[in-house]
């Protein structure tokens, strides 16, 4: 397995890695706590949380794998060189654990506090079932032969998809009422400075080692990135260009289909919380 060549830019690698993990996770924390005073999650969409639980648990699945896992490695390095660094750093693992339990400590609180007659909706039952079928096949297809890290990078296209699905309804919801009233800004900002970060270490790391493997051997990490600074810019441009502070706005008409994910975006912990 490689090592690094410039101690300068191992520094840099970890720098970047850990302000990742701090702008990423340091939104999460207003909603819980919220939660806390309240003694209610009455406001906070439980599709929301669903979804947030199958994306992060798969990319757990994925970090925590490929960064202590020799035969996983091995597989890796098999495939991609035995020159290359593997793709996963400490902090991803470690944001991936911050994310599941966070996640679980919401649901905790669902089960605890005043809900209000709010329950997940089908849409959401739905894809958080087909997204575990499909993993539950796929592990009996590659059991025979160990075919673990196919396996894995299942689980991190998952993650992939599920981002996706997590960020389009908001963008779509501004657009229908014309404001970003209700969303808060700073959870954008941060947002794309951790993705910037999270690319940016994966660009020193390939400096480093002449070499762009680590880009298409973890798509995963780089997608995610790549759509989190995408759907981040297009919030920042409905803030600040197209529907700024105190303009005029039409109300949303959602149908029942897409109402459960687009209130997942409207709700008190992206208000004046982060």
């Not at 994966?202 to 997608?223: H, P, R």
């Amino acid at each position: 397995m490689a090592s690094w060549n410039s101690i300068l830019l191992e520094i840099a690698y970890q720098v970047l890695g850990w302000t990742a993990f701090i702008c990423w996770i340091i939104g999460v924390y207003p909603q819980v706590i919220l939660n806390f005073r309240r003694k209610s999650v009455v406001g906070l969409n439980f599709d929301f949380v669903v979804l947030n639980l199958t994306k992060h648990t798969s990319y757990l699945i994925y970090n925590a794998t490929l960064y202590f896992s020799s035969d996983v490695q091995q597989q890796y390095l098999d495939k991609y060189g035995f020159k290359e660094m593997i793709p996963v750093a400490a902090n991803d693992v470690a944001f991936s654990i911050h994310s599941v339990l966070l996640v679980l400590i919401m649901l905790l609180q669902i089960a605890i506090y005043e809900r209000g007659g709010q329950t997940v909706s089908k849409v959401s039952i739905g894809i958080v079932s087909a997204v575990w079928l499909t993993a539950a096949v796929c592990f009996f297809i590659a059991l025979p032969t160990h075919s673990w890290l196919w396996l894995i990078n299942i689980f991190n296209s998952i993650q992939v998809i599920m981002t996706a699905i997590k960020y389009s309804p908001q963008a779509f919801m501004n657009f229908k009422r014309k404001s970003t009233d209700g969303f808060s800004i700073y959870f954008i900002l941060f947002d794309f400075t951790g993705s910037v970060a999270n690319y940016s270490q994966m660009a020193v790391e390939s400096i480093d080692q002449n070499s762009w493997v680590n880009f298409y051997g973890n798509t995963g990490k780089l997608l995610l990135s790549l759509i989190s600074m995408f759907f981040d810019l297009v919030f920042m441009c409905q803030h600040y260009l197209l529907y700024p502070a105190g303009k005029a706005h039409v109300p949303c008409k959602t149908n029942k289909e897409t109402e459960p994910f687009v209130e997942s975006f409207n709700q008190p912990d992206h208000s004046q919380n982060v």
